[in-house]
């Protein structure tokens, strides 16, 4: 790890590594991220630099369009021209220290354009905890404050114009399966029914790299969010902020949200994950 990276643990066990300011291609939208994320019993559960998406950083705060600039890496869905490589990537730039404890990380970041002009600050906290002997739960806040001049809009493939429900960016988690990934809330299964939903909670479950089962329950959309999907083109689930239409953060303003994840060893069934979901014992 660099000076600037952190890990997570829970009870002395390491469950995730922060990596703070990679030094990675300005294509790929630079930013912080979490991996890898692992359960209490080891097993794998995020991906990083796929062939598929070489893009895709663990888990991440990442928006494809703000105000114009690429902070999610990779070509820029463009209205009437579809997926376009261009020069306008910047990137989510760790600024200051709040707390570096193994349980809790809180630090300040800036969103910047290509330039390196702030287009919004930001003031993250990260935290893990038990839930119980085979979960742990991250916990994920973040406020988004826009400059005191000027409204930051928010937007995504979907939202310039790319069909097919690919609303992404916002909290964005790439994972990893060795076989076809599951994904369900309390009324529904499957990407294409869960896709676009505001469903209170979603569990995803695949297969880590050493073979063993894993589950990931996700709460906390905030007014306005979506899931975002994918378990047949590659394994991600994502808190979407612009799923079909752009959202703004008027000029001095903020936009704050507040997710959990929890990691789980296994495959687990509705009613458990919907009691992990509620913060009930199982």
Do not use: K
Request: overall charge negative; hydrophobic content about 40%.
């Amino acid at each position: 790890m660099t000076e600037n990276d952190r890990q997570l643990s829970v009870d002395d066990v390491p469950v995730a590594r922060y990596v703070v300011d990679p030094a990675i291609d300005p294509r790929h939208g630079p930013r912080p991220y979490l991996h890898p994320v692992r359960t209490l019993g080891g097993t794998v559960v995020t991906d990083v630099f796929p062939a598929d998406h070489v893009w895709h950083l663990g888990a991440s705060l990442a928006v494809q369009d703000v105000d114009g600039t690429n902070l999610w890496g990779g070509r820029t869905y463009v209205r009437d021209a579809g997926y376009t490589w261009r020069d306008d990537h910047g990137r989510i730039a760790h600024t200051r220290w709040e707390t570096r404890d193994p349980q809790r990380l809180a630090h300040q970041l800036e969103w910047r354009d290509r330039a390196g002009a702030v287009l919004l600050t930001e003031r993250r906290e990260l935290a893990a905890q038990r839930v119980d002997g085979r979960a742990w739960a991250l916990d994920v806040g973040y406020t988004l404050t826009a400059p005191a001049d000027r409204d930051v809009a928010l937007g995504s493939p979907a939202t310039n114009g790319r069909p097919g429900g690919a609303g992404y960016g916002g909290f964005f988690w790439r994972a990893v399966s060795t076989t076809p990934a599951r994904v369900c809330t309390a009324t529904a299964e499957g990407e294409e029914a869960v896709n676009g939903s505001a469903e209170p909670w979603l569990a995803f479950s695949g297969t880590g790299p050493d073979g063993a089962a894993y589950t990931l329950v996700l709460v906390g959309l905030a007014e306005g969010d979506r899931w975002f999907v994918r378990t047949a083109m590659y394994p991600g689930i994502c808190v979407a902020f612009a799923f079909d239409r752009p959202r703004v953060i008027a000029a001095g303003a903020s936009r704050a949200g507040r997710h959990r994840v929890v990691v789980a060893d296994g495959t687990l069934d509705r009613a458990v994950a919907d009691a992990l979901a509620a913060g009930e014992p199982v």
